[in-house]
C-alpha cells in the first residue's frame, strides 16, 4: 500500500528525496500555486482525506520553493470532518517515507492576547490539547509513548526567529490550544483556555504534531490570527470571516518562510 503510494508519487514529481513538508491551513493554499514541481490531487491519492472544508486546495505539490525541495499539503483533514484523530496519518506517513527531516505546519487562529491581532502571525512555542483527544489512541507501538517535550522544536524555532528578523517582522510566540470543532468556542471556554495558558486556540496542527513527532519528523508551527478569540472583541466570528483575514497574515507568512526556506538552502 504505501509502496504503491510512493510509486504513484515518484512516477510524478521524481525520486529525489523530500527535505521538508509544509501544511498550509485555512486560506493559506496559495503558497502550494508557488511551487515548481508536481501537483497531485488527494482524490489520486488512496488513504489521503477527501478534505472538504472551504479554503482549503486538497492537493500534494511536490518541487523546490527557494532551492529546497518540499512537499506542500494544500489541504489537511481536521477531527471534526471525520471524527478521526489520525486523519492526517498516511499524508505524514508518506512524507516521512520521502525522506523529510522536517515539517511546517501553519492554521488559522483565534487570539487570546490582546496584542496580538488579526493579520499578525503568531509561532507555537507548545501547545495543550484542550480537546483529550489522540491521534496515536488504538496504536499498538511503544513508540505511541511520544515525548512531546519541546515538540516545536527549538532550533528550527530559532531559524525562523532569524528568518523574521532578517525581513523586518516581529513575530510573536506562543501556546496554540487545539479544540475539536467544528463550532467556534464559547466565552466562558475562552476564559478557561486563558487561564491555563493559552494565547491562540484553533481547530487543528495539535493532532498532526503528535503524528509527526511519532514518525520522527522535526516540528515547526505558525499560527495566522484571524480573529480575537470569543468574547475578546464585538467581532463577529465566522469561518467566512477566517477565510476573508488568513490572506492578510499569509502575506507575511509566504515571506518568513520563503526567507526560512533560502537560508536552509545554503
Ligand atoms: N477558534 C477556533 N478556530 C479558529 C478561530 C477561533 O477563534 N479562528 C480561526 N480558527
Known amino acids: 500500500m504505501m509502496e504503491a503510494l510512493l510509486q504513484t508519487i515518484r512516477a510524478r514529481a521524481g525520486a529525489a528525496p523530500v527535505r521538508l513538508g509544509l501544511i498550509l491551513g485555512s486560506g493559506l493554499g496559495h503558497l502550494a500555486e508557488a511551487v515548481e514541481g508536481a501537483a497531485i490531487d488527494y482524490a489520486?491519492?488512496?488513504?489521503?482525506?477527501?478534505a472538504g472544508v472551504s479554503g482549503h486546495n486538497p492537493k500534494l505539490v511536490i518541487g523546490m520553493l527557494e532551492g529546497v525541495r518540499v512537499a506542500v499539503f494544500g489541504g489537511r483533514a481536521h477531527y471534526y470532518e471525520s471524527g478521526r484523530g489520525d486523519a492526517m496519518r498516511k499524508p505524514l506517513e508518506v512524507l516521512a517515507a520521502l525522506g523529510a527531516e522536517a515539517l511546517i505546519l501553519t492554521n488559522a487562529a483565534g487570539s487570546l492576547v490582546a496584542a496580538n491581532r488579526p493579520g499578525d502571525l503568531m509561532m507555537l512555542n507548545d501547545h495543550i490539547n484542550f480537546s483529550g483527544l489522540n491521534p496515536l489512541i488504538g496504536e499498538k507501538s511503544d513508540a505511541r509513548f511520544v515525548n512531546m517535550t519541546d515538540?516545536?522544536?527549538?532550533?528550527?524555532?530559532?531559524?525562523?526567529?532569524?528568518?523574521?528578523?532578517?525581513?523586518?517582522q516581529s513575530l510573536a510566540e506562543g501556546?496554540?490550544?487545539?479544540?475539536?470543532?467544528?463550532?467556534?468556542?464559547?466565552?466562558?471556554e475562552i476564559r478557561t483556555l486563558k487561564i491555563i495558558g493559552a494565547d491562540a486556540v484553533g481547530m487543528s496542527t495539535v493532532p498532526e504534531c503528535i503524528l509527526a513527532r511519532f514518525l520522527g519528523l522535526k516540528v515547526a508551527a505558525i499560527s495566522t490570527i484571524t480573529n480575537m478569540a470569543a468574547g475578546m472583541s464585538d467581532e463577529h466570528i465566522s469561518h467566512e470571516h477566517t477565510k476573508t483575514m488568513a490572506p492578510v497574515g499569509a502575506a507575511k507568512l509566504e515571506t518568513l518562510l520563503?526567507?526560512?526556506?533560502?537560508?536552509?538552502?545554503?
Request: proline share 8%; with cysteine; glycine share 6%.
Open 151 to 168: 515538540c516545536y522544536d527549538p532550533a528550527m524555532r530559532a531559524a525562523l526567529q532569524a528568518a523574521a528578523k532578517a525581513e523586518g
Open 175 to 188: 501556546v496554540y490550544a487545539w479544540y475539536s470543532g467544528p463550532s467556534f468556542e464559547t466565552k466562558a
Open 258 to 266: 520563503r526567507r526560512y526556506l533560502r537560508d536552509l538552502a545554503v
Open 44 to 50: 489520486d491519492l488512496p488513504g489521503f482525506p477527501h
